[in-house]
């Protein structure tokens, strides 16, 4: 087998707490992660000769080894003590930029599982989610997806109870937000509301879509500028003013995403001016 393709699921922040600065100069992070059906579509072929290549669909986005796609790339080579073979990745974005669905850390969590599956290397989950860490934060999620509880950076998972069948909606507003400087701006403030994590994990367990909804908060919001918080505001009114159970900002944004029983066509048409739209589903 020379090529493979992997779908690359993004993923929705259900909750978010951020926690105390570690000595590190990281975070804790107290998270409930959710895949959702939205993805990437990652074609990985082996190549004859020896190098990394990544290219995208979409212009604006780093390519090569600046991509995460291409560093997942190197980081499986070297585990597996292949570094000669030659990788090229071509993605295909449906996952909106810098908006925390974690599209570049899917891609570079598909990278992963196809490459083992191309070499036929059958590495173990754990062996795969310890080249997730060198990658990124949120990788080792996006490897194993579904519905999880992430502390520490957010590579310390715990599997959950599925997150009840729904409908979501996702507005992708016109801005985007440095993570850096909301983490900054979030050290600078005292948060008014935080998320209930223990209730959350409760309604999950009883496969209560209302409980759940009504429980879902994101911190970074507290933080963002005056005029971006008054979007993201306003993007949850109009989810709710459509029957939406909850609605949140996911990661530092600036998608804004409803949770529905169920989704028709006028409601959908709703929010269409809202910014880029988008609807899916859990997985």
Do not use: W
């Amino acid at each position: 087998m020379r090529q493979i393709r992997e779908r690359a699921f993004a993923k929705l922040n259900l909750t978010l707490d951020v926690l105390d600065k570690r000595p590190d100069g990281y975070h804790e992070m107290e998270t409930v992660m959710q895949s959702v059906g939205l993805c990437d579509e990652v074609d990985i072929t082996i190549t004859d000769g020896p190098g990394i290549e990544v290219d995208i669909s979409r212009g604006g986005l780093p390519k090569g080894l600046h991509n995460l796609a291409g560093k997942a790339a190197q980081e499986f080579l070297s585990y597996v003590n292949q570094p000669d073979i030659g990788v090229k990745v071509y993605i295909t974005k449906n996952i909106p930029d810098k908006a925390g669905m974690a599209g570049g850390s899917s891609d570079a969590a598909a990278v992963i599982r196809g490459l083992d599956r191309l070499l036929e290397t059958e590495l173990s989950e754990e062996e795969m989610l310890q080249i997730c860490a060198k990658v990124g934060s949120d990788v080792a999620f996006c490897l194993r997806g579904g519905t999880c509880l992430a502390r520490g950076r957010g590579e310390i998972l715990t599997a959950l109870p599925p997150m009840p069948d729904c409908d979501i909606a996702i507005v992708k507003p016109d801005f985007s937000v440095s993570t850096p400087e909301l983490f900054a701006a979030l050290d600078g403030i005292d948060v008014a509301k935080r998320p209930d994590t223990a209730g959350f994990l409760d309604a999950l367990r009883s496969d209560s879509l209302y409980d759940a909804g009504a429980l879902m908060v994101n911190v970074f919001e507290e933080a963002l500028p005056d005029r971006e918080r008054r979007i993201v505001e306003s993007v949850k009114r109009a989810f709710i003013d459509m029957g939406a159970l909850g609605a949140a900002m996911t990661g530092t944004g600036s998608a804004v995403f409803g949770v529905f029983d169920e989704l028709n066509g006028a409601a959908k048409a709703k929010i269409s001016h809202l910014g880029a739209v988008f609807f899916t589903k859990p997985v």
